[in-house]
């Protein structure tokens, strides 16, 4: 896969491109759960589960509302809720154009009121569509004119003289006595059932086992029997289901024949109807079974882990300080003070799980094996995850657990650690560290009262942890391998390496940094150099590249097969590499001699940039044999299949992100006939790779005109043992004339 964007399991090291941070949860959902450690916040509006001999005094009620006027601003800060509106009652069936021409049609004439959408959400076959306004002083007008706008001051009407009906989006979150700028007591205090489930779900912490579980889902079973269970999803979820949606479109164009809105329509394609339309081949088993990823993501947070016999709790000392104390045979004594109160996150937090048990929680880095509430869970039970990843994971926490700033909380989008990205070449004895934080300053989320403000301790505790990593070699670690596990014998060890590159990454946003991101070039080398086949590729922090390097070069040795097999003249022939990254498989075609010549398209400048050096890394210093374009392939990739001559024979690779394919870029590699054989390498076979084969398989329509494919081969290859994911690299041929013409006759 030439992309970023990763499968669900990426927060949990198995998807192709690491753990991706888990930072996406509604905002809504965040203000509700959130609780900050606050001077001014009642400690028992934090610690809800101690028993009652250990609860603290309550906050005065002057002191519990002023925390709760706080926290309210600092929610209205990011939360736009308050500018929502639901409009009920509007016809279910109406696509995106139709919503905005609903939209303006209600605002038509009504320009006085100074109302203004900016965005619209309608599901597909609800009958609501939820409105946000440019500003919170636009709702009441707009649910005025919704509810009393149409003829004699009446609802205004839909397409079937149905009254619309608009209330507050967050109106059933409000109170019930005609407070409407307070939330519901309960909810505020997280006292709802709701809160009591997720905080007991919360305290749970999990055995190495269930980390496994939860990480690596596969990893009871012997690999032979992974191999087997992978074997049937593919066949199931991949190659069942493209046929499933090729025989889709052709009932589609069978129902627009019936009304008239074309000509005819073709029967069904022969090879279709077969008992096995889509020849699945087993899947081949990756050369490495443990300890095989080149790339880890680990998310910053805090470690859960029990106390016993001990329950502490941070109750409100004097001047408002935070003073932490332990509960110990019916005596409540001081552990520790916390001096700083403009870091309370910093601090070691214990929270009570019961009166003889406590959870205690300890800034570190590693995956959220539980979720947002579960804590994150250090890598070293994982089979799958080097001992370079976590001999740099001890440095980390032991970083972590001594820093005066806080990690992230993407809940309510405070505090500055966020994820830390490791990239290693075992080959070549490099190893890249990207740390990604929030601004010191504070994240979206951070409070007027300056309390989130780090600026001052950022760059001294930054040159902290340069110094932890450059120091030494990477310490051997300790690892809590399952019993029988029998390490397997390296190619080359990484005894004794050393980080050569480190680069730190700001970044404001409540998700992921986008690959085009910059960063901060910091101590050591600016890229990673890599050894894939008979290719050395250099590797910059934003590029995609293959996380098991020993299985991509399974991976990459079975397409350059299936481009042979076509290419009669091989030093004549072109090769188009769309999404091509780094340049990895068009480059090992043009090193393994089946083709002659190579563009390649991807969106990511940084990895364009890379594949521009690569190709003069590798010999291929004239713009003739090799070009690359980063922009995005559907903007591009019409004008480069025109610039080809014509008496130039050309062949195709296609490796989209998880998103797959663009509808144009589709549409571009249907109507060119002079590509007749379509290599897609998938990271999701059993998502967007059905969408689009469907696409290049069924019948020619004035949106995607020309000679369909068709699939003649599908090669899934394991690049993620002890996970459920595998790649997939499907053949498709273009359908001969001679077939073409016996479904739709002679154009």
């Not at 081949?281 to 990823?293: D, G, H, K, N």
């Not at 976590?390 to 005066?404: M, V």
């Amino acid at each position: 896969m030439e992309g970023e964007q990763q499968p669900p399991e990426a927060t949990a090291a198995e998807a192709p491109d690491a753990a991706a941070p888990a930072e996406m949860k509604t905002m809504m959902e965040a203000a509700a759960e959130a609780a900050p450690a606050d001077a001014t916040k009642p400690a028992t509006d934090t610690d809800t589960t101690l028993s009652q001999s250990t609860t603290p005094p309550a906050a005065t009620p002057s002191t519990s509302t002023a925390a709760t006027t706080a926290t309210d601003n600092n929610e209205r800060h990011w939360d736009q809720t308050n500018k929502k509106v639901v409009v009920r009652n509007v016809l279910k069936f109406l696509r995106p154009k139709e919503v905005t021409k609903l939209t303006t049609e209600w605002l038509k004439g009504k320009e006085h009121l100074n109302i203004k959408i900016i965005k619209t959400k309608k599901p597909p076959k609800d009958n609501w569509i939820k409105v946000t306004l440019e500003d919170e002083s636009m709702v009441d007008p707009f649910i005025q004119l919704i509810n009393t706008g149409g003829e004699g001051g009446k609802a205004i009407t839909n397409a079937r003289g149905g009254d619309l009906f608009a209330k507050r989006a967050n109106e059933d979150q409000r109170g019930d006595n005609n407070d409407n700028n307070r939330k519901r007591k309960g909810d505020r205090d997280g006292n709802n059932d709701n809160d009591a489930r997720k905080r007991a779900a919360a305290m749970k912490v999990l055995t190495a086992d269930e980390v496994r579980d939860a990480i690596t889902p596969l990893w009871r079973l012997p690999y032979e029997e992974q191999l087997k269970v992978k074997t049937r999803e593919m066949i199931h979820k991949c190659s069942m289901k493209i046929i499933k949606e090729i025989k889709g479109k052709f009932r589609i164009l069978e129902q627009e024949a019936r009304r008239g809105q074309r000509a005819k329509c073709p029967k069904i394609y022969e090879w279709v109807g077969e008992r096995r339309a889509i020849e699945m081949e087993s899947v081949v088993a990756s050369p490495r079974l443990f300890e095989y990823r080149n790339k880890c993501e680990f998310t910053c947070g805090y470690r859960h882990s029990k106390v016993e016999k001990e329950a502490a709790v941070k109750v409100g000392g004097e001047d408002g300080d935070d003073v932490m104390k332990s509960v110990e045979d019916g005596a409540v004594t001081d552990v520790a003070k916390e001096e700083e109160v403009a870091a309370p996150e910093a601090k070691e937090e214990v929270a009570p799980a019961v009166a003889e048990e406590a959870i205690q929680k300890t800034a570190a880095a590693g995956f959220l094996a539980q979720g947002w509430s579960g804590g994150v869970y250090l890598p070293h039970c994982l089979q799958n995850m080097p001992d370079w990843s976590c001999g740099l994971a001890d440095i980390f926490n032991e970083f972590l657990a001594t820093s005066s700033i806080p990690p992230y909380d993407s809940k309510v989008h405070r505090g500055i650690w966020r994820t830390i990205t490791l990239r290693c070449s075992l080959r070549t004895r490099e190893i890249m560290v990207i740390v990604v934080h929030a601004p010191a300053g504070g994240g979206v989320g951070k409070r007027d009262c300056g309390t989130d403000d780090y600026s001052t301790v950022f760059e001294s505790e930054k040159q902290r942890l340069v110094d932890m990593l450059t120091k030494d070699a990477i310490p051997t670690p300790s690892r809590d391998f399952p019993e029988g596990y029998k390490k397997e014998e390296e190619e080359t060890s990484g005894d004794g390496m050393k980080v050569t590159s480190i680069f730190f990454q700001e970044y404001v946003g409540l998700s992921n940094p986008p690959p085009e991101h910059p960063v901060q070039h910091i101590y050591g080398k600016t890229s990673l150099e890599e050894q894939l086949g008979k290719c050395t590729f250099q590797i910059s922090p934003g590029a995609f590249f293959q996380t098991n390097t020993q299985g991509a070069e399974v991976l990459y040795d079975i397409v350059v097969n299936r481009i042979k097999e076509v290419t009669t003249n091989p030093q004549d022939t072109l090769l188009v590499d769309v999404c091509c990254g780094t340049g990895t498989i068009g480059l090992t075609c043009l090193k393994e001699g089946v083709v002659g010549k190579l563009v390649g398209v991807d969106i990511s400048e940084p990895a364009i940039a890379d594949a521009v050096v690569n190709a003069t890394k590798n010999g291929y210093t004239e713009s003739a044999t090799t070009r690359f374009v980063a922009s995005p392939a559907e903007k591009v990739l019409p004008d480069e299949m025109k610039n080809i001559p014509k008496n130039c024979p050309v062949v195709a690779v296609v490796d989209p992100a998880r998103d797959g394919l663009h509808g144009v870029v589709v549409r571009t590699l249907r109507s060119n006939e002079r590509i007749q054989r379509l290599v897609y390498v998938s990271c999701n076979p059993t998502g967007t790779l059905a969408r689009d084969a469907a696409m290049l398989c069924s019948p020619p329509t004035k949106k995607y005109p020309g000679r369909p494919f068709k699939p003649t081969i599908s090669q899934p290859v394991d690049m993620f043992p002890s996970t459920k994911h595998c790649e997939m690299v499907m053949t498709f041929d273009r359908m001969s004339v001679e077939e073409y013409e016996q479904y739709h006759g002679k154009e």
